[in-house]
């Protein structure tokens, strides 16, 4: 917080269950001292108060799409393309607009 830190970003639901806790320890609130933005299976939303704000993706898609990937290099076919898998934005309370300069 000395540094200015705005924001966490969270790769995961492991992270962010480990982040909140110690933040409370600290005194530090979310989303008022701190916003947290956390990468995310919709399913975990929810479990948070206030709840978490993130984005996912299809992990059967995203799966799905590596597979083929990998069968089509097996099979000889050397040509690597980019995937792209859309994501979803979820809206929660864990995050807000940066404190503004005094």
């Known amino acids: ?4 830190i705005t924001a966490l970003v969270c ?22 001292d701190v916003s947290i933005f956390v990468w995310m299976n919709p399913s ?18 995203l799966a799905r799409e590596a597979f083929d990937l990998l069968d089509k290099q097996i099979r000889g076919e050397q040509r690597l393309q980019n995937v792209q898998v859309d994501y979803l934005f979820l809206e929660g309370k864990s995050s807000s607009l940066p404190r503004r300069k005094k």
Not at 1 to 4: A, R, S, Y
Not at 18 to 26: N, S
Not at 44 to 61: A, K, M, W, Y
Request: aromatic content about 6%.
């Open 11 to 32: 790769c995961g639901e492991g992270c962010w269950k480990h982040a909140v806790p110690a933040l409370r320890r600290a005194g530090i609130r979310y989303p008022k």
């Open 1 to 4: 917080m000395k540094n200015k």
């Open 44 to 61: 975990e939303q929810d479990i948070s108060d206030p709840p978490l704000s993130g984005v996912t993706q299809n992990f059967r898609e």
